[in-house]
């Protein structure tokens, strides 16, 4: 079945540096998720890439996705205590009705 | 709009007994899914809807059962409840296969 991986599992970061997670899937997706989760919380939607070579900006989050829709990242630029969490990917296979999450890369930003 | 509630928040049982968790959502969503996460890993699909009256195996269905009778709630059912189905059970929902709204869990420990 379906693969979906996320490197790193965990990140320890300063305040102020910068954060990247990577997704890679097995097989070709239609379309990849990305949602953040706060401890104790539940996950919530970030963005949809649906194209080749998609790249979208939130303020400090840039996120691509890969020429070979294979592959997705998330960078946060100059972290902050706020973006503690769990980052999951999650991809969409052809025609298909559900998600596939990735793994998840845990973000802990310290001051 | 409530979004997507779950009920109960919290609930224990003894190997064996059984139980129904209920997820409702106010959106209109034909797309409803069941998940869950254990510590340290991600989001595992239980089974899914793709609208009233059907349903499907996702990647651990083993251990539970669910049924969709109306649009705006899917339930999950536990027959015989073991200590591997310790975990906190997310419901969500979506149109199609774009953003998934998830409801803020329940967390469900088996003695």
């Known amino acids: 079945g379906q693969q979906v991986m996320q490197i790193p599992q965990y990140q320890h970061v300063q305040e102020g540096e910068d954060f990247t997670t990577y997704c890679n899937s097995s097989t070709t997706l239609s379309n990849i998720q990305w949602y953040k989760q706060r401890p104790g919380g539940h996950p919530v939607f970030l963005i949809q890439?649906?194209?080749?070579?998609e790249v979208k900006k939130q303020k400090r989050l840039t996120f691509q996705f890969g020429e070979a829709k294979k592959n997705s990242s998330l960078h946060i630029t100059a972290t902050q205590t706020t973006d503690v969490g769990t980052y999951f990917c999650?991809?969409?296979?052809?025609?298909?009705?559900?998600?596939?999450f990735g793994t998840g890369t845990r973000l802990q930003v310290t001051l | 709009n409530a979004g997507v509630t779950q009920t109960p928040k919290f609930r224990v049982l003894k190997t064996g007994q059984s139980m129904t968790l209920l997820c409702a959502q106010d959106m209109n969503h034909e797309y409803m899914y069941w998940y869950r996460q254990d510590p340290g890993m991600g989001l595992r699909l239980i089974h899914y809807?793709?609208?009233?009256?059907?349903?499907a195996k996702g990647e651990v269905p083993d251990g539970y059962n669910v049924s969709r009778l109306k649009k705006q709630n899917f339930l999950l059912g536990l027959e015989s409840a073991a200590p591997s189905q310790t975990s906190v059970y997310f419901c969500?929902?979506?149109?199609?296969?774009?953003?998934?709204?998830f409801g803020p869990g329940t967390r469900l420990t088996v003695l």
């Open positions: 809807s793709v609208g009233e009256g059907t349903t």
């Open positions: 999650a991809g969409v296979t052809g025609t298909a009705s559900k998600l596939t």
């Open positions: 969500a929902s979506s149109y199609h296969t774009n953003e998934q709204f």
């Open positions: 890439l649906v194209k080749s070579g």
